[in-house]
């Protein structure tokens, strides 16, 4: 039988299998906080950019395929992207916004931290997955690191890809994915060659992180909701005070429809009884 995840809002581990939220302004907001400009189109679409406009990022609801976050950064903000990192529809914000919040903290240190950064082995965004008990497998062609309900995956291909169809076709140096396989439970994202290491280390870390997120019911794909661990969030427990408040708002409430009634029982039943509480309603 499928399983019912309850109404409202749920804590929900690990994070790979809760789904993207409605909103993304977690994401954006580090962005914007260190002076990007924000524009928009009339689809719905996000588009923002650095002041020399070497770091764009797209969000991109309706876009032309399943890609939904699409970020680029330029050597030369009118020549070719120096890499891209890309993040498609069901892909978990909090995956997005660990990646956003230390690109925004990369480009007040500078184009250097931003552009490559500093040359780090791939053994940095690797170890948060197998800190956290995932298994690596290392071949010729490439390093995979698997989660231990085999739910979530990183691919670093060891293939140098070439530049162009890194940017233009599915081919990618890094691929990084989580869910049930299936239509909106299953989410990808990917770094190509250049990607600085600390940015998808930063990435790594947070899906790596046990810590429940919050998520409202509908956005946990219904696929994964068998797999994943959810709580209900416990409402918060009335104090004396929040009691005695809440029986006074009803006894208001039943005093005020007492006096509203009261002229309706206190006339004469007939035609001429309803028509003080029609009169009423209107008013």
């Known amino acids: 039988m499928p399983i019912i ?3 409202g809002d749920l804590y929900v ?4 299998l809760a789904g993207c939220t409605v909103t993304s302004d977690p994401a954006l907001a580090p962005l914007l ?3 990007f400009a924000l524009h928009d189109d009339e689809l719905a679409n996000v588009y923002v950019s650095s002041p020399q406009r070497h770091i764009r990022l797209g969000y991109l609801p309706e876009g032309e395929d399943d890609t939904l976050w699409k970020v680029a950064v330029h050597a030369d903000p009118f020549g070719p992207p120096h890499w891209m990192a890309t993040f498609d529809t069901p892909t978990p914000t909090e995956l997005v916004t660990a990646f956003t919040t230390t690109l925004a903290s990369s480009y007040t240190k500078g184009p250097d931290a931003f552009l490559s950064g500093v040359d780090h082995r791939i053994d940095e965004a690797l170890r ?3 800190g956290a008990g995932w298994q690596r497998t290392d071949t010729w062609a490439a390093t995979t690191c698997t989660a231990p309900d085999q739910l979530a995956g990183l691919t670093y291909s060891r293939r140098l890809p070439d530049a162009q169809a890194e940017l233009h076709s599915d081919t990618h140096r890094w691929l990084l994915w989580g869910g049930k396989d299936g239509y909106h439970s299953r989410w ?3 770094f190509t060659s250049r990607t600085p290491i600390h940015l998808i280390a930063a990435t790594t870390a ?3 992180d046990p810590t429940p997120v919050l998520r409202y019911a509908p956005e946990v794909p219904s696929r994964n909701r068998g797999a994943a661990h959810i709580t209900p969030v416990t409402p918060p427990v009335p104090t004396p005070l929040d009691v005695r408040r809440a029986a006074a708002a009803r006894a208001r409430t039943t005093i005020s429809r007492a ?3 009261a002229p309706t029982v206190a ?3 007939g035609p001429s009884a309803a028509l003080p509480a029609r009169a009423f309603r209107r008013r």
Request: glycine letters at 4%.
């Open 128 to 130: 948060p997955l197998t």
């Open 259 to 261: 006096v509203v009634r």
């Open 33 to 35: 906080d260190h002076g």
């Open 267 to 269: 006339t004469a039943s």
């Open 5 to 7: 995840a309850p109404d």
């Open 206 to 208: 947070r899906l790596a």
């Open 13 to 16: 581990s690990p994070l790979y």
């Open 188 to 190: 990808y994202a990917t």
